[in-house]
């Protein structure tokens, strides 16, 4: 799915600048390797220069900087929570999830995976559900997610939020979608 949230849309930007400056050293070893195999070596003096001591320390400490830089920002971003607009409560039990809005008195759902039989055409296997969480659009949403029984993962890709629901343990992550749909 397009990204749907601007947390997506920064780590789909993030990815390919990090995409781009693997590319560029792998075209640059690529070459390196490629010239040493077909030429002959011709200035040994090259070998102990300090110069080139120096670029080849001081190269990848700038790319590692230029990757780190928008990573700690998307990271940040990830990370605020100002004032939200509704809270919602995903807690997993072995076979379903459990959503309680806790801004609102006595709303509660449990969904379960639909079985392959009850299944249309155009539904996808192990992701439909009898009861979808409906939430609004362009809100800040914060997700309070924690496990009854075992391990689980809350994941939806779209909005660029994965969290780990643990026993015992309430996560929570922000949410904002800037387009309807279903994710």
Do not use: C
């Not at 003096?45 to 080849?56: D, K, L, P, R, V």
């Not at 998307?74 to 309680?100: C, R, V």
């Amino acid at each position: 799915q397009n990204a749907a949230s601007p947390i997506m849309e920064e780590l789909i930007a993030f990815h390919d600048h990090a995409l781009m400056i693997i590319f560029l050293i792998s075209s640059l070893v690529l070459y390196i390797i490629s010239l040493m195999l077909t030429t002959k070596l011709t200035h040994t003096s090259t070998m102990n220069a300090q110069e080139i001591e120096m670029i080849w320390t001081i190269l990848p400490a700038m790319i590692l900087i230029m990757i780190a830089l928008p990573s700690l920002r998307i990271l940040y971003m990830t990370d605020e929570f100002n004032k939200p607009y509704l809270t919602l409560k995903a807690i997993g039990h072995q076979w379903y999830w459990s959503y309680e809005y806790s801004d609102y008195e006595d709303l509660a759902l449990d969904s379960y995976i639909m079985p392959t039989y009850f299944l249309e055409p155009g539904e996808f296997r192990l992701l439909e559900v009898d009861n979808r969480t409906t939430l609004p659009m362009e809100a800040g949403i914060r997700v309070l997610i924690s496990s009854q029984d075992v391990l689980h993962s809350w994941a939806v890709p779209s909005l660029g939020v994965k969290t780990d629901a643990i026993p015992g343990r309430l996560n929570q992550a922000m949410v904002a979608s800037m387009r309807p749909g279903l994710y």
